[in-house]
């Protein structure tokens, strides 16, 4: 039984510090990737910019583009959503989830002119946050929206598939904000769940290995006398 717990617990530990390591690396891997491509922020440069090439733009949003939800101003939202009650009844919020994707293709004012995001199936990544105040007598919000307004900073990592006087890039992800901040935020985000998971581990491994191994320390510190013995 005790070596069933030790077990359990290694594998918590190990498990909780694992998760926390490859989040951080992931982190860092994508704000290397940012960082290792040149922000282009010219039109022209990205007009001249061979096909099938990865590339990242950095400008604002467009004024042109039509406005998705009136309420906030968003041209491209994610609509969430997540259960504020457990199965017993009790108010418990859980994880937020996407419940609608609105991104449609997107023009990106830059120097000299305007790019087109051309597929509507990129990820949207560091939008303003809203969350809907809670329902009568609900103690949590079950809805947020998660957007970017027209005339924002936004950077977008993706493929370039036209070129000419209104290149096109099929985007990966489009993100609020700059070059800069968008890696500073990924390695800030990975470096607190890293901090969370450590903390987790140790909490979890103490509640869990500090009687298994109180024992056997209690049988190392007073072992049990020898049954009978020689005279």
Known sequence: MINRQILFGVLFVVGALACGGLTWCAA?????RVEGLEAITRLAVLGNTPRGETVLIEGRVSERNPIKLDAHGFIAYLREGRAIVDSKGTSSPGNWSVRERVTPPLLIELSGGRALIANDDYALEN?????????????????????????????????????????????????RGTRESYAASQRSAGTMFLVISVIVAVAGGIFLLRAPLRAIYDKIKNPKPA???GG
Request: no cysteine; hydrophobic share 45%; glycine share 12%.
């Open 28 to 32: 860092n891997r994508t704000a290397h």
């Open 127 to 175: 939008g303003h946050v809203i969350e809907n105040q809670p329902a009568a007598f609900a103690r949590y919000s079950d809805t947020r929206y998660v957007g970017i307004a027209a005339g924002e900073p936004v950077i977008a990592v993706g493929v370039v598939i036209a070129r000419g006087a209104q290149p096109e890039i099929k985007a990966d992800f489009i993100a």
């Open 227 to 229: 049954i009978g013995g």
